[in-house]
């Protein structure tokens, strides 16, 4: 079993900074490709930036510039650094995990995610 801890959304003014972090635990052999995606209500979950675990980075347009994403690969952590936060940043923020575990005798990958945790930019 694993899990998936964010912490870190919360209000925030336009102009702004919040920093985000996803801790996972459990059951882990390792860690591939760690992200954030965000979904505001009415529409689809959206990739914001996803990070591999030698550090190569991916960023939605609409926050290139802005946001950072890095890992701590020893504490299996994930971290979102968004500054100059706009209205439209306005969403909950999932993280996500393809993680390798140890099914009997078997390495398995799967897709593990988050519960959210809202981020909110008043103008």
Do not use: H
């Not at 964010?6 to 996972?24: F, H, I, N, T, W």
């Not at 980075?57 to 926050?63: C, E, I, M």
């Not at 706009?86 to 140890?102: F, G, I, R, S």
Request: some cysteine; glycine content about 10%.
């Amino acid at each position: 079993q694993v899990q998936l801890v964010e912490s870190g959304g919360g209000l925030v003014q336009a102009g702004g900074s919040l920093r985000l972090s996803c801790a996972a635990s459990g059951s882990i052999f390792s860690i591939n490709a760690m992200g954030w995606y965000r979904q505001a209500p009415g529409k689809q979950r959206e990739l914001v930036a996803a990070i591999t675990s030698g550090g190569s980075t991916n960023y939605a347009d609409s926050v290139k510039g802005r946001f950072t994403i890095s890992r701590d690969n020893a504490k299996n952590t994930v971290y979102l650094q968004m500054n100059s936060l706009k209205p439209e940043d306005t969403a909950v923020y999932y993280c996500n995990a393809e993680v390798k575990v140890v099914v009997t005798t078997t390495l398995k990958e799967y897709d593990y995610w988050g519960q959210g945790t809202q981020v909110t930019v008043s103008s």
